[in-house]
């Protein structure tokens, strides 16, 4: 049982991500959508949240969180601009863990 007055990495994780202004949520989830976008385009199909912080890392220069990350990810299927994939094994887990990767949401074309 945690002691209710017990702080941890997670409960500091979230504050940290809660204190983020509106604006800086927006343009993360915006930087977030684009790496996706850009792996999309490069082949792959989807990404855990794991494997998604470690290609915008290595695409962009930018260090996230991998609780930024998921946070993120979240906010972006409820805003319905990703969508989850069937379950798979993480690539980058040493465990081979099961995730439910993501990938950007199909666009309808317009029929014109």
């Known amino acids: 049982m945690r002691h209710p007055n017990t702080v941890t990495g997670h409960d500091t994780s979230a504050a940290a991500f809660a204190e983020l202004g509106n ?3 927006r343009r993360l989830n915006e930087r977030l959508h684009e790496s996706m976008r850009h792996a999309h385009q490069n082949g792959v199909r ?3 949240r794991r494997e998604l912080r470690d290609y915008h890392n290595e695409h962009t220069g930018e260090w996230l969180e991998l609780s930024s990350v998921a946070s993120t990810v979240n906010a972006l299927l ?3 601009r990703l969508e989850e ?3 798979r ?3 980058l887990s040493p465990r081979k863990n099961l995730v439910k990767p993501v990938r950007c ?3 309808q074309v317009e029929l014109g």
């Open 23 to 25: 604006e800086s949520r």
């Open 46 to 48: 989807d990404m855990s």
């Open 78 to 80: 409820a805003a319905g």
């Open 85 to 87: 994939g069937p379950q």
């Open 89 to 91: 094994s993480c690539n």
């Open 105 to 107: 949401k199909a666009r």
